[in-house]
């Protein structure tokens, strides 16, 4: 039973548009939300967080909103760059922290 | 450099061998984690541990061990009875313990079996 889902497999942005990635959670006792970035083999590196009491977190270029009624957070990248092309997974945490599957961001220059 | 080093970075594996995977943390941080990545899935839990000569098994820990005999290492043995062990294997560690809400990566190793 996933806890923490990310719908869409990958997304495709030109290069100065707005990303979203989103992610669905389903366990109401999580309490403070994160989203990793990854490419191909290397570890996840920390991209940005947020507290279950709040309901936006911004870190320049990156925002990420939190809806706790509808158990949804989402990751707003913006202007999107070549750059940003990775893995991005949601995470959770219980403790300790549930990944959800991850998204292929792929930004087209 | 503080970090956390994972090696062998690339191991094959024979059927019904056990093999160790190795993860040093010089950062100070008491937990420790192992997750597994597959194509599709995400990271999966396998291993955690709080502190020193304490473990816990996360999600997929059937066929695998662990053990924590100092605070910076935290190595994991994939035995034969992991029925299917091919995939991009993740130490990470984080400062506050197990409630710590960011946790640190290793580089990660891909084990194959052959």
């Known amino acids: 039973d996933q806890q923490v889902k990310q719908n869409s497999p990958s997304l495709s942005v030109q290069e100065g548009r707005i990303s979203i990635l989103n992610c669905d959670y389903t366990n109401s006792m999580f309490d403070y939300f994160l989203w990793y970035k990854k490419y191909p083999a290397e570890g996840p590196t920390f991209l940005i967080s947020?507290?279950?009491?709040?309901d936006k977190n911004e870190d320049g270029r990156f925002t990420v909103f939190l809806n706790k009624s509808a158990k949804h957070l989402s990751l707003h990248i913006v202007p999107s760059q070549p750059g940003d092309s990775a893995v991005y997974f949601c995470a959770a945490s219980l403790p300790p922290l549930v990944f959800g599957a991850g998204t292929i961001l792929r930004v087209k220059s | 450099d503080g970090g956390i080093t994972q090696s062998p970075k690339y191991l094959f594996r024979k059927e019904g061998q056990n093999v160790t995977l190795s993860c040093e943390q010089n950062l100070n941080h008491d937990a420790m984690y192992w997750y597994r990545q597959d194509p599709g899935q995400g990271l999966r839990l396998i291993y955690y541990?709080?502190?020193?000569?304490?473990?816990q098994k996360g999600d997929i820990a059937e066929g695998y061990s662990v053990s924590r005999e100092k605070k910076e290492s935290f190595p994991l043995t994939v035995t034969s009875a992991q029925k299917n062990p091919t995939a991009f294997y993740l130490c990470a560690s984080s400062p506050q313990g197990v409630r710590g809400n960011t946790i640190y990566f290793g580089e990660g190793s891909w084990l194959t079996v052959v």
């Open positions: 947020i507290s279950s009491i709040k």
């Open positions: 541990s709080q502190i020193v000569n304490d473990f």
